[in-house]
């Protein structure tokens, strides 16, 4: 059984950096996507960014676009969020989540923003402050 379990969430004030963490256990699979989301209160589910592995190719939100870095570190099984110049409008629940690549399906369904996972953690809080 795939778990997940983020963590790195917090208060800031804005122009400030985290970095989120999520370990990963139970995955066998040898290809797959993972990504970060985030839920504001009120609002939906947004895809922040997302990544394949075991290629690395990522893509990013537009609002979060040269402000935040998706990476992995196979060694530890952990996925990370590298945020800078936050601004108060990410504050929000970050959620990663994981799910396996088909066989037959290319890498750039990890791309989407919009893909469905099947396995996802249980959120850490983000707030930023003005």
């Known amino acids: 059984q795939v778990q997940l379990v983020e963590s790195g969430g917090g208060s800031v004030q804005a122009g400030g950096s985290l970095r989120l963490s999520c370990a990963v256990s139970g995955s066998t699979y040898s290809k797959y996507c993972m990504g970060w989301f985030r839920q504001a209160p009120g609002k939906e589910r947004e895809g922040v960014a997302t990544?394949?592995?075991?290629?690395?190719?990522?893509a990013y939100g537009d609002s979060v676009k040269g402000r935040f870095t998706i990476s992995q570190d196979n060694a530890k099984n952990t996925l990370y969020l590298h945020m800078n110049s936050l601004k108060p409008e990410d504050t929000a629940i970050y959620y990663c989540?994981?799910?396996?690549?088909?066989?037959?399906?290319?890498?750039?369904?990890?791309?989407?923003?919009?893909?469905?996972?099947?396995?996802w953690g249980q959120g850490t809080q983000v707030t930023v402050s003005s």
């Open positions: 990544i394949y592995i075991p290629g690395g190719n990522s």
């Open positions: 989540a994981l799910d396996r690549l088909n066989p037959f399906s290319s890498f750039r369904a990890c791309l989407d923003l919009r893909k469905e996972y099947n396995y």
